[in-house]
């Protein structure tokens, strides 16, 4: 049966996709760096493969991957890079260990994994890397600089790969979410959580993630790359292509402070 392999996947989003594809037969390894949550996910979920990792470290990376691959008989056909924090405030008050925890959870970790994971997902036919992106992309976001930057990483390095991997037939895909009901929000006060409201969940992420590995017609001629979720992030993201940079940062000044 397919497999995949979630990081951060014991909670919010990360769970509801392993749930997702749990429900359809798939092999789901939910590896993250809580154990607590880890706990949680065995207790309610015995038929996942679970383990600690922490994205940052290459090591574990690797061990995880052929702890998971282990029980697959060597094959992986999912990457969801799915781990990632937010840290809101403005960039002036928040702390260095602040900055520096998102950019190597947020961008460092996605890196990390997806180099870790090439030589599985090579070796499997029509595999998949999928990054979670985020709106925050769509335009710098303030109050969550950092985390919003982390997003453009993401998002360049998602074109990049699906350029660089396409010879190895490796399909490379972003989801951008706007703001879900995860743990992930609830500690946030940034201005566009009110001016555009929660109005995604967990569920609505997973069926994203599961339609971008099952692509069908021009998403899967064209070598779609990105996945909006919600009519908000698709509207936002669409007008911020065509409108003059003035309009667009005008937009998001609204939206945001």
Do not use: C
Not at 178 to 201: E, I, P, Y
């Amino acid at each position: 049966m397919p497999s995949i392999f979630i990081s951060g996947g014991a909670a919010g989003i990360g769970l509801a996709t392993a749930e997702r594809f749990a429900a359809e037969g798939w092999t789901v390894g939910v590896y993250d760096v809580s154990d607590d949550a880890l706990a949680a996910v065995q207790q309610s979920h015995p038929d996942f493969i679970t383990g600690k990792l922490d994205v940052r470290d290459a090591q574990q990376w690797a061990d995880a991957l052929a702890d998971f691959t282990s029980h697959t008989g060597g094959t992986l056909d999912v990457l969801d890079n799915n781990a990632g924090i937010l840290l809101s405030g403005d960039l002036a008050d928040i702390s260095p260990e602040a900055v520096k925890a998102q950019i190597e959870i947020d961008a460092l970790g996605v890196a990390l994994g997806a180099q870790a994971a090439h030589r599985y997902l090579k070796a499997t036919p029509g595999a998949h890397l999928v990054n979670i992106a985020s709106a925050s992309a769509i335009y710098g976001q303030p109050n969550i600089a950092v985390y919003s930057a982390t997003k453009f990483f993401v998002a360049g390095f998602t074109e990049a790969l699906e350029l660089e991997w396409a010879p190895d037939d490796i399909r490379v895909v972003s989801i951008w979410p706007l703001w879900a009901k995860t743990a992930l929000v609830a500690d946030t006060d940034a201005k566009s959580t009110k001016t555009l409201g929660v109005r995604l969940t967990a569920e609505d992420v997973a069926d994203k993630v599961w339609e971008s590995v099952h692509p069908t017609g021009a998403d899967k001629v064209l070598r779609r790359t990105s996945y909006s979720v919600g009519l908000q992030t698709t509207l936002l993201g669409n007008a911020a292509k065509f409108i003059p940079n003035v309009l667009n940062r005008g937009v998001n000044k609204l939206l945001s402070q």
